[in-house]
């Protein structure tokens, strides 16, 4: 058993100095369980909006973007080749897990993009919006 000093407000209020160290356990605690809950929260949102947008669109609906992008009367080129040209770009003829770290990575450091209708970044456009 150590001995630790007491200084003299332990002396006159024991219970004090006792529950104000099992308070601040308590709340390192409560704060360190809150953290934790949070990046699941974070975690299990960005799963599920790589999923959505990402898997769904790509793997189980067959929508293509760069499909979509591009007009069924395309008169300037090859529209397959452009098509193709739009994929390598976006990273839709990579792997599923290549997609997945680029999108968590680009979640991470606010790069959402660029905004095809705007014709600007998707993060400026957030950052014009904010009051």
Known sequence: MSKTKLNKDELRHPKSSLLSRISSRLSLRY??????????????????????????????????????????DYKNANRASEIAGLDRQFGFDRPLYVQYVDYVRSMLTFHFGYSLIYDESITQLIISHLP
């Open 31 to 72: 704060i360190v369980k809150r953290l934790v809950e949070r990046f699941l929260l974070v975690f299990a949102i960005v799963n599920f909006l790589f999923f959505l947008f990402w898997i769904f669109t790509l793997y189980i609906a067959h929508l293509n973007p760069a499909e979509l992008y591009i007009p069924l």
